[in-house]
């Protein structure tokens, strides 16, 4: 088969085009971006074309796919449309790939990436999986059983797939664009789960807990009352360590190089998934110990005494673990946060605790919200200053204004996005000076 995927350099679309080569087919890709971006390492080293205009032949036995984050009346769109060509909802075809494998479907609001993650990489060296994680890694081989799929609840897309395992590991109010409040959120997640024969499930989350299911259940939690918790908890400033407790009887301690209580949480939904597939205690832990987080998440650079952590975070909940994360693994160094605000809808819903989370920063800096999908206008003309002044001693920032950072000394600078903060970085290590990076 020959696909075309427009919108490649997204995290999403680039990691299924990766699956895509990797099970035969013919993959070539479209993006407005020029510029490289980190998602385009994996389309790189399996020599997938990326093209950025509209002059290039398109093949008409193509089957073209989209980003959810282009419009219909994008010009690519409207030219694959016009020749004909047949097209394939994304999410749509992510469900036809989890058909083929034995899908272990990773939703919830937050800690996605990171739980894929764990699980792929333990599962990966044990038992061999194919693998779909949302910061743009993609792999897949047809002789693999297994498929760890980051599923992702955005205009309800996950519904689409077709898991065997499910792991949700928490629900919050988030893309207020596309539910109709908590309720329908909650009752959608619920929809997805119940297509999966095992769910795994964090218990201390109280949202979680309202998801009514006939299906064989996990809990995990902190709570010695889920069926897998952690207690004797240490975080300091080289990671995370802890017990865990199954069916009430101890099964071993685990560390973890990883910062903050989220974490924790995510790596006992990685040991439920691991443990059900037969992989030994001593095996979990030994992996556990060697892992590395996903691209964009608490990524770390140092110049001297600067740390510079590049993270997805864009959710309170999200600013608010990496802020804490920050802190635990760098108790002695000032805590800044940068924040780029993602969609109208979403800064608009949670404004006031955008606003708490940030004020807990030792100083708060934001950019002016990016978005592409919508207009302030249908949005009550919101703005980053709304946000702005409603935190102490927060300032406006932006890449012409980078330079701001200089005056902060032995600190822990945390970029926080889910759009193209890597910009700003980029600028703001251009002034550091890149030779000193560690």
């Known amino acids: 088969?020959?696909?075309y995927c427009?919108?490649?350099?997204?995290?999403?679309?680039?990691?299924?085009?990766?699956?895509?080569?990797?099970?035969?087919?013919?993959?070539?890709?479209?993006?407005?971006?020029?510029?490289?971006?980190?998602?385009?390492?994996?389309?790189?080293?399996?020599?997938?074309?990326?093209?950025?205009?509209?002059?290039?032949?398109?093949?008409p036995d193509m089957i073209v796919t989209y980003s959810k984050a282009f419009s219909l009346d994008h010009k690519e769109i409207q030219r694959v449309k016009g020749k004909g060509l047949k097209i394939i909802d994304y999410n749509e075809?992510?469900?036809?790939?989890?058909?083929?494998?034995?899908?272990?479907?990773?939703?919830?609001?937050?800690?996605?990436?990171?739980?894929s993650s764990l699980i792929k990489h333990v599962l990966y060296p044990t038992k061999g999986c194919n693998y779909f994680i949302g910061d743009g890694e993609g792999y897949a081989n047809k002789n693999n059983s297994l498929f760890v799929l980051e599923s992702c609840e955005y205009q309800k897309n996950f519904l689409s797939y077709y898991p065997t395992y499910a792991v949700l590991t928490n629900i919050e109010l988030e893309h207020v664009e596309c539910f109709d409040g908590l309720e329908d959120e909650i009752k959608t997640f619920e929809t997805f789960v119940n297509k999966a024969e095992f769910i795994v499930a964090c218990g201390d989350d109280e949202n979680v807990r309202k998801i009514k299911t006939n299906k064989e259940i996990v809990y995990y939690g902190f709570d010695p009352s889920n069926d897998l918790y952690a207690t004797n908890v240490e975080l300091n400033d080289t990671g995370s360590q802890f017990d865990v407790y199954m069916n009430n009887a101890f099964y071993g301690h685990f560390e973890v190089p990883l910062f903050g209580r989220h974490m924790v949480l995510n790596t006992l939904a990685c040991i439920a998934i691991c443990h059900k597939e037969g992989i030994t205690k001593d095996t979990i832990h030994d992996l556990l110990q060697t892992f590395v987080n996903a691209k964009r998440r608490f990524k770390e650079y140092t110049y001297g005494d600067i740390v510079i952590v590049d993270d997805y975070a864009h959710h309170p909940t999200e600013l608010r673990v990496t802020l804490e994360s920050a802190r635990q693994k760098y108790p002695e160094k000032e805590v800044v946060g940068v924040f780029l605000p993602n969609t109208y809808s979403r800064t608009q819903a949670l404004l006031d605790d955008f606003a708490e989370v940030l004020s807990k920063a030792d100083k708060a800096y934001v950019m002016d919200i990016s978005c592409d999908r919508e207009k302030p206008e249908d949005y009550g003309n919101i703005r980053s200053d709304d946000l702005i002044k409603k935190i102490p001693g927060c300032e406006k920032i932006s890449i012409e204004t980078v330079d701001k950072l200089l005056k902060h000394k032995n600190a822990v600078i945390c970029f926080m996005s889910c759009a193209n903060i890597y910009l700003i970085i980029n600028a703001f290590k251009k002034l550091l000076g890149e030779n000193n990076e560690k």
């Open 6 to 59: 427009i919108g490649i350099k997204g995290t999403g679309m680039s990691a299924l085009a990766q699956m895509l080569y990797d099970l035969g087919n013919e993959v070539v890709g479209y993006d407005d971006v020029k510029y490289y971006k980190f998602t385009e390492e994996g389309l790189k080293k399996r020599n997938i074309t990326i093209y950025t205009d509209s002059t290039h032949e398109l093949d």
């Open 93 to 115: 075809l992510i469900g036809e790939v989890s058909k083929q494998f034995k899908t272990i479907s990773v939703c919830g609001t937050h800690g996605k990436t990171t739980t």
């Open 1 to 3: 088969m020959k696909y």
